[in-house]
C-alpha cells in the first residue's frame, strides 16, 4: 500500500520560508517521478514543482527562483524549500507520485497521493 505523508506546513508572513517534506512508503521511490501540487480554495490544483527518477528538476514560471524540490531515495523523502513566500503561495500543498509521467504539471499523470498540507502566507 502505498502511503504519501506530507508535514511541515504552517503560517508564514510575507518573506518568510517555510519547508515541506513528503514521507513516501510502499512504492519503488527511486524510480518514482516526485511532485508537489497545490490548490487554493476556488483555484484548480496546479503544479509547483517535480523531480524526475535522473533527479531532474521542473518548477511552475510563478515559484522559480523562490522554491527548491529535492529528494532522498535513501530515505524516500521529498522537500520542498519554500523561500520568499507571498499571498498568493497560501493554498493546500499536496505530495504526488507517478510511475509514469510525461507532462509533470498535469495532475492526471500521477497515481498517488497525499492528503495534503497548509500553507498560509499573510501579507
Known amino acids: 500500500q502505498v502511503q504519501l505523508v506530507e508535514s511541515g506546513g504552517g503560517s508564514v508572513q510575507a518573506g518568510g520560508s517555510l519547508r515541506l517534506s513528503c514521507a513516501a512508503s510502499?512504492?519503488?521511490?527511486?524510480?518514482?517521478?516526485m511532485a508537489w501540487f497545490r490548490q487554493a480554495p476556488g483555484a484548480e490544483r496546479e503544479g509547483v514543482a517535480a523531480?524526475?527518477?535522473?533527479?531532474?528538476?521542473m518548477y511552475a514560471d510563478s515559484v522559480h527562483g523562490r522554491f527548491t524540490i529535492s529528494k532522498d531515495n535513501a530515505k524516500k523523502t521529498l522537500d520542498l524549500q519554500m523561500t520568499t513566500l507571498k499571498p498568493d503561495d497560501s493554498a493546500m500543498y499536496y505530495c504526488?507520485?507517478?510511475?509514469?509521467?510525461?507532462?509533470?504539471?498535469?495532475?492526471?499523470?500521477?497515481?498517488?497521493w497525499g492528503q495534503g498540507i497548509q500553507v498560509t502566507v499573510s501579507s
Open positions: 510502499g512504492l519503488t521511490y527511486s524510480s518514482s517521478f
Open positions: 504526488a507520485a507517478g510511475d509514469t509521467v510525461l507532462v509533470w504539471d498535469y495532475d492526471t499523470q500521477y497515481d498517488y
Open positions: 523531480i524526475d527518477a535522473n533527479g531532474r528538476k
